[in-house]
């Protein structure tokens, strides 16, 4: 991957970070996003990065919720919402 295209994906998984942090700040107060790097198989291979939210005890009340930089579609408060629902099961 050239270094051009190297830092727009950075760029666009910085935006999607901060995105998810905000909306989950807002969806479950006293809540934080913590990220996950890419450590499973299916991570590497997808490129894909991850999420857990964490309350202010510093309990995780999600499972690891694995999100694709790639997406385009809108990240809002009512994405995390579904997103750590579906993560629980």
Request: net charge positive.
């Amino acid at each position: 991957m050239s270094r051009k295209k190297q830092k727009r994906a950075k760029r666009i998984k910085d935006d999607i970070r901060r995105q998810i942090a905000s909306h989950v700040a807002s969806a479950f107060p006293g809540c934080t996003a913590v990220f996950v790097g890419q450590q499973s198989d299916a991570a590497l291979k997808g490129r894909t990065f991850g999420f857990r939210v964490r309350d202010a005890q510093g309990n995780f009340r999600s499972n690891i919720i694995w999100t694709d930089p790639e997406y385009e579609g809108e990240i809002n408060e009512a994405w995390v919402r579904a997103s750590v629902r579906q993560s629980n099961g």
